[in-house]
């Protein structure tokens, strides 16, 4: 049996990354500048592997920064919030991209919303109150 770590996504600006994933409540875990191959990885969360959490691994590459294709075979991250509502409303208030308002799934009544990283990365938010 494993166990999942983590989620690599590569950034144009480590900076916009970070304060983007901060209104979302995640924090830096751990940082690694790596000179030798030109890139910097940092990790964000919630709380580190060693608490059973998944972590976001962000990686910058020195000098890359008109960025990257998203491409056609990602989909999206999902993140558990309390009030999908008020997360939206601190990522438009930070200046995030909200794709989709809060609101059930079509189909059914669990609460979502869409919004994206300063990458266009779409990140899910669904509610759940126990995330709280």
């Known amino acids: 049996m494993g166990t999942f770590l983590h989620t690599m996504l590569r950034t144009k600006n480590l900076d916009a990354s970070l304060a983007f994933y901060k209104l979302l409540g995640m924090h830096e875990l751990r940082r690694r500048e790596v000179p030798d191959g030109r890139y910097t990885l940092v990790f ?3 709380a580190d592997n060693a608490h059973g959490q998944a972590e976001v691994e962000l990686t910058y590459n020195w000098g890359e920064d008109d960025g990257y294709d998203v491409g056609t075979g990602f989909g999206h991250l999902a993140v558990g919030v309390p009030d999908v509502k008020a997360a939206v409303e601190k990522v438009r208030a930070g200046g995030g991209k909200v794709t989709r308002e809060a ?3 079509k189909f059914g ?5 869409f919004v994206e990283d300063p990458d266009g990365y779409k990140i899910e938010l669904i509610e759940r109150p126990e995330a709280a």
Do not use: E
């Open 44 to 46: 964000i969360g919630y």
């Open 103 to 105: 609101g059930p799934v």
């Open 109 to 113: 009544t669990t609460v979502i919303a």
